[in-house]
């Protein structure tokens, strides 16, 4: 099951950025299960990661590799997350990244590894060191399609993003390719974004515009409330485009590219919850007139993993009692009932601590019977707004992650 | 579905304790729906209440008139929570209470009031104040069955607790009765809880007695981590045995009493959670090697509300990878996921920061298939332990939930 309509775009190539998808058999024959990015030199690129204590083995490579050297390649595994492997796990992603290095002349430090899947089970690295030849072979500025295919696993549909904006005459593309489908929460669950532009930018500004854009799109966005030990961001600037590099966050370009950047993420995130497993609803949780932004979230989050609330939403039900509880357990000091409003897309449902007078059934009922909701949460207290992004919790939720070994 | 066996105990009478229920029709016609506490003169009573912001009316009534007047009667109705009512709700509860101080020539003050059931919807008081004079004709110190029975909505068996000490030939008694299945979490859920002794207790030692007994047991319990609106725990000491009163919370006498107390909690928490909303399996999360005592609740919490390892614990799925990952998430700050040893029952699954070398999935799976599990938890960085009990996720729990209010 999916929610809504995210169509994957006819994507324009990124100068600069090849990429393909190759099978391993990682898991299932003949699945292209392993993808490779090749960036031109010069190329920028920034991360951010999961902040899982339990960080996988390709997490701990990528951060480390990102600090060292000017990254060439990216390999990505789905099928298998090399997590909680210990130093084998190390081991392995690192002769990943060597195997491409070896073939192309540059350190291993220049490869970023990424995996997905399973936890716990060593990763098939000599499947996977076997097909680097043929992917760096095939890799071309037309691989996105395939490329966003092949990093999906419980994913029911692609998920891409394209957009182009010019400058000076210049063209300047914004490209994105995203999975994950649950366990998705605040940090980013198993999920793998990349995202890239042939614009030129420093590095700094590069990392700095990826956290902004994360923190308002992948950081905003829950499934199941749980946060995967593999989640990684990546955002690739490859500077084909022939204009003066950015160096600062300021100026006319940087707010375009930064404008088009952010979009890139939310869309990719938005089409992660609409496709999350057994979603049946999309569920905006709009919190706002907190004291500050962590009230808001506190609440946020409390809605919006309150298995109460999200059967409900399944059911089609408008129990806002069930709503209004949440928000009274989410941990807000001092919190006063009385100030609280809370509308279910433009319906008001409870004020006054208790329901509106207002309120019908029938109202309630016409908007939980869509497929999109926002539950508008105004705390009464300050002027902090948040947005999350959630789905509900049905059967076919508990079938997927009670089968996923099977 | 309910998960191993809580039969429920032939229950001792406790002397100046007196109940019953009655039928009102409140939500089903016929159905036993208004049970009433009866307390003789001299009986201390201590309560602890949801900390939840939107505290049902009836919560605000109980604490209030707790530290208002002497308690002599309790009146509980199942089938409507009187919950997000506003200020109408606060006037049906105290209709209530007036409606049985009139009656007994007492201040309203004297009555306790208790309600579990849908949210939002108004108290039907009439139907309750019609059948008062009924039900304080029919109480009796053998009405602990009726009662138990009365306070259920979604428990699918009544829960009780009964046992006896002598002490210097007379002989004190400890009754409980409790409700709850879903919606229950730390802080207490729409848990309602009565436990009552003939002991002759000081208010101030049996408040901390009954405030140690609720952390270590309704605090300690999870099924969907919502915390409900409604939540009561109610220490009941009639006084009525021929013992000098426990003025402090010293000595053999009270560390007896005390013993009890707490097995009484613990058993009627666990066996909430037995009767979990669609639990097929009964889990223990054992926390242990914690910095400090929050260290390990977060760690249990994070493991006991994670929906993908409930999901797996419903497949009987040994998939430790998820527990892992949910200790990794907890946010215990520089967690050495190296140190970190897990167990399932008796069974190492974790350590190194992988999957332990002596493991084997067939282990694992025995240990799944079973009813009861333990998860334990060693973060091996210091001597704080805590225990949680949770159940699984099944479709069951979200059919029940789905429909509740159809």
Known sequence: MAVGEYPFPEMHPVAGVKLTAVSAGIKKPGRRDVVLFELAEGSQVAGVFTLNAFC??????????????????????????????????????LATCESIAQLRGLKKEQVLPFSTGVIGEPLPVQKIVAVIPEALEKVTEQGWDDAAAGIMTTDTRAKGFSKQIVWQSQTITVNGIAK????????????????????????????????????????????????????????????????????????????????????????????????????TKFVAVDVSGGGDRNECLDVGYAVAHSPLIKTALFASDPNWGRIVAAIGYAGVKDLDAAKVRVHLNDVLIVENGGRAASYTEEQGQAVMSGAEITIRIDLGRGDSHETLWTTDLSYEYVRINADYRS
Chains 1, 2 share one sequence.
């Not at 390709?58 to 090399?82: D, E, W």
């Open 180 to 279: 994950g489908a649950g366990m998705i929460k605040p940090n980013m669950a198993t999920m793998l974004g990349y995202i890239a532009t042939n614009a030129k930018v420093a590095q700094p500004v590069l990392q700095a515009l990826l956290r902004e854009a994360a923190d308002k799109s992948f950081n905003r966005i829950t499934i199941d409330g749980d946060t995967s030990t593999n989640d990684s961001c990546i955002l690739i600037a490859s500077g084909q485009v022939d204009l003066p590099e950015i160096q600062t966050a300021e100026g006319e370009l940087y707010q375009q590219l930064r404008d088009v950047i952010i979009e890139a993420h939310i869309f990719l995130a938005k089409s992660i919850v609409a496709d999350g497993e057994g979603a």
């Open 56 to 93: 996988a083995a390709p997490v701990t490579v990528c951060k480390k590799h990102l600090a060292a050297a000017p990254i060439r390649y990216l390999v990505i595994n789905s099928g298998n997350a090399n997590a909680c492997t210990g130093e084998q796990g190390i081991n392995d992603a």
